[in-house]
C-alpha cells in the first residue's frame, strides 16, 4: 500500500508544500511554492489536478511507516499536535536535498558538454581561418 502525505508550511516570505510519498521502491519527496496562503479548498482542486506532475526525488530505501488502530483520544491528541506549526520532517529535507543535489549535477553535466562545443568551434573557426591567411585570401 502506498501512503501519501502533504504538509503545508509557511517559509517566509513563501507558502510551501510538501509532498511526501512511500513506494515499493522506498521513500521520496517533493516540494511546491504555493505564494500567498491557500485555503482548503485550493489545496484541494490543486492536489487533485496536479498531484501526478509533481517531480518527486528519487527513492531511498527505509522502513515503511506501521499503521497501528489506536485509542480514539490518543488520536485526537496527536491530530491536535500535528496542525500546530512545526518543520518539515529530517526525512523530507534529505530527500529534497538529494533531488537538488541531483539537479546540480545535471545541469553541469550540460554546462561542461555546452563549453566543450563551443571551444570546438572557436577552435575549428581559428583552424580556418589560419587556413585561408596563409593561401592569402
Same mark, same amino acid.
Given at each position: 500500500?502506498?501512503?501519501?502525505?502533504?504538509?503545508?508550511?509557511?517559509?517566509?516570505?513563501?507558502?510551501?508544500?510538501?509532498?511526501?510519498?512511500?513506494?515499493?521502491?522506498?521513500?521520496?519527496?517533493?516540494?511546491?511554492?504555493?505564494?500567498?496562503?491557500?485555503?482548503?479548498?485550493?489545496?484541494y482542486?490543486?492536489?487533485?489536478?496536479?498531484?501526478?506532475?509533481?517531480?518527486?526525488?528519487?527513492?531511498?530505501?527505509?522502513?515503511?511507516?506501521?499503521?497501528?488502530? +489506536?485509542?480514539? +483520544?490518543?488520536?485526537?491528541?496527536?491530530?491536535?499536535?500535528?496542525?500546530?506549526?512545526?518543520?518539515?520532517?529530517?526525512?523530507?529535507?534529505?530527500?529534497?536535498?538529494?533531488?537538488?543535489?541531483?539537479?546540480?549535477?545535471?545541469?553541469?553535466?550540460?554546462?561542461?558538454?555546452?563549453?566543450?562545443?563551443?571551444?570546438?568551434?572557436?577552435?575549428?573557426?581559428?583552424q580556418? +581561418?589560419?587556413?585561408? +591567411?596563409?593561401?592569402?585570401?
Open positions: 500500500m502506498d501512503r501519501n502525505v502533504f504538509t503545508v508550511l509557511f517559509q517566509p516570505p513563501f507558502w510551501v508544500g510538501i509532498a511526501e510519498r512511500w513506494e515499493a521502491a522506498g521513500y521520496s519527496a517533493a516540494r511546491v511554492v504555493f505564494g500567498a496562503e491557500p485555503t482548503d479548498a485550493q489545496l482542486e490543486w492536489l487533485l489536478r496536479e498531484w501526478h506532475r509533481l517531480d518527486f526525488s528519487p527513492a531511498a530505501e527505509g522502513e515503511r511507516p506501521v499503521t497501528q488502530r +489506536k485509542n480514539p +483520544k490518543r488520536a485526537l491528541r496527536e491530530a491536535r499536535e500535528a496542525t500546530q506549526v512545526r518543520g518539515v520532517s529530517t526525512r523530507a529535507q534529505e530527500a529534497l536535498s538529494r533531488q537538488r543535489e541531483q539537479e546540480g549535477l545535471e545541469r553541469q553535466s550540460r554546462n561542461r558538454q555546452r563549453q566543450r562545443e563551443e571551444a570546438e568551434r572557436k577552435y575549428l573557426l581559428h580556418q +581561418k589560419k587556413r585561408e +591567411k596563409k593561401r592569402g585570401r
